[in-house]
């Protein structure tokens, strides 16, 4: 099993930045891919950045420019830098570990975004 713990959500500004970072415990050995996934209200879950253990990023085009995915193998932790966030981001955000079996999900965090 993989637990993983979302911090950093909040409320801001358009135009503010937030910083969200994801542990995971348990069998991380078995790790590969990290990212993030978002879902607002009425609307289907998306991805939003995702990692590769050896640090492939991939970035939904929505958030390409802005957003920065990062990740720690020593700290087992993945951040989702935020700049220049828009109302439109506004959703619970998602940190999601993917091993070659199955994938696990944090409990997600709210991020709002206020015009």
């Known amino acids: 099993q993989v637990q993983l713990v979302e911090s950093g959500g909040g409320l801001v500004q358009a135009g503010g930045s937030l910083r969200l970072s994801c542990a995971a415990s348990?069998?991380?050995?078995?790790?590969?891919?990290m990212g993030w996934h978002r879902q607002a209200p009425g609307k289907q879950r998306e991805l939003v950045a995702s990692?590769?253990?050896?640090?492939?990023?991939n970035y939904a085009e929505s958030v390409k420019g802005r957003f920065t995915i990062s990740r720690d193998n020593a700290k087992n932790t993945v951040y989702l830098q935020m700049n220049s966030l828009e109302p439109e981001d506004t959703a619970v955000y998602y940190c999601k570990a993917e091993t070659l079996v199955t994938t696990y999900w944090g409990q997600g965090t709210q991020v709002t975004v206020s015009s």
């Open positions: 990692v590769t253990r050896g640090g492939i990023t």
């Open positions: 348990g069998r991380i050995f078995s790790i590969r891919d």
